[in-house]
C-alpha cells in the first residue's frame, strides 16, 4: 500500500457525461500528479500541482480540469466524454514535487466511457 | 518532442535467466531517470533512481541500471530472475523546462513473465 488513495476504483458512463476522479496524497506529501494510462499510449503526464497550485502541464486536454485543495487532495474533472477517454487514471503523490522526487501512486481508477 | 523508448514491449524468461531491459530517451539536456514497476495487481512502486554521481545505480531486489549518457540509455539489469519479478516495468524520466517546470515522461512498458 502506497499511502495513495482513489476514488471510485471503476466508473462507467457515457459519451457526453462529466466526471469527477479523486485522490488523496501520502500523508505529508505536498504534490499531486495525475496520469492517464490507455493501451496505445502508455502512461502519459496530465497535470502536477503542489500545495494547491499548478506546477505542471503535461498532454491534459482542455475538457479535462484538476484542482488541489487546502487538504491537499485533488480532483480530476473530465468532460464531454468521449470514447477515446476510456482509460486508467493514476494519482500519485511526492513530498516537494521537484524532479528527483519519487512519486508513490495510487492503485488508480478504470473510466470505461460507453 | 521528448521521449521514452522501451523497445521490449513482452519479454519471458525462465527462472535464474539474466534480465535486462532496455530504455532510450530522446532529451538533449539533464534528465533524472527512473524505474517504476507494477506486479500484478499492486500499484505502480519506484525500482530505482539516477540523479547524479555513479551511473551505475543498485535499487531493490537486487536489480540494477547503467546510464550510459552517450547513448541516452537507461537499462534495467538483474543477473538471475525469480517468478516474483512477474510484472510490468516502467521507465521514466523527467526533464527540465525554460520556465523551471519539468516533465514526467513514462515508456510505454515491458511486460516480463518470469516462468518457473
Known amino acids: 500500500d502506497s499511502g495513495v488513495t482513489q476514488t471510485p476504483k471503476h466508473l462507467i458512463t457515457a459519451t457526453g457525461q462529466r466526471v469527477t476522479l479523486r485522490c488523496s496524497p501520502r500523508s505529508g506529501d505536498l504534490s499531486v500528479y495525475w496520469y492517464q494510462q490507455s493501451l496505445d499510449q502508455g502512461l502519459q503526464f496530465l497535470i502536477q500541482y503542489y500545495n494547491g497550485e499548478e506546477r505542471a502541464k503535461g498532454n491534459i486536454l482542455e475538457r479535462f480540469s484538476a484542482q488541489q485543495f487546502p487538504d491537499l487532495h485533488s480532483e480530476l474533472n473530465l468532460s464531454s466524454l468521449e470514447l477515446g477517454d476510456s482509460a486508467l487514471y493514476f494519482c500519485?503523490?511526492?513530498?516537494?514535487?521537484?524532479?528527483?522526487?519519487?512519486?508513490?501512486f495510487g492503485p488508480g481508477t478504470r473510466l470505461t466511457v460507453l | 518532442a521528448q521521449s521514452v523508448s522501451q523497445h521490449n514491449h513482452h519479454v519471458i524468461l525462465s527462472e535464474a535467466a539474466s534480465l535486462e531491459l532496455g530504455c532510450n530517451y530522446s532529451?538533449?539536456?539533464?534528465?533524472?531517470l527512473f524505474w517504476y514497476v507494477q506486479y500484478p495487481g499492486q500499484h505502480l512502486q519506484l525500482l530505482l533512481k539516477y540523479f547524479s554521481g555513479d551511473p551505475l545505480v543498485k535499487g531493490i531486489k537486487g536489480f540494477e541500471a547503467e546510464f550510459i549518457k552517450s547513448k541516452f540509455s537507461f537499462n534495467l539489469r538483474k543477473p538471475s530472475v525469480q517468478w516474483s519479478d512477474t510484472a510490468e516495468y516502467f521507465c521514466?524520466?523527467?526533464?527540465?523546462?525554460?520556465?523551471?517546470?519539468?516533465?514526467?515522461?513514462f515508456g510505454t512498458g515491458t511486460r516480463l513473465k518470469v516462468l518457473a
Open positions: 521514466a524520466v523527467t526533464t527540465g523546462t525554460t520556465s523551471g517546470t519539468y516533465k514526467y515522461i
Open positions: 532529451y538533449g539536456g539533464t534528465v533524472n
Open positions: 500519485a503523490s511526492s513530498v516537494d514535487g521537484v524532479r528527483t522526487d519519487t512519486q508513490y
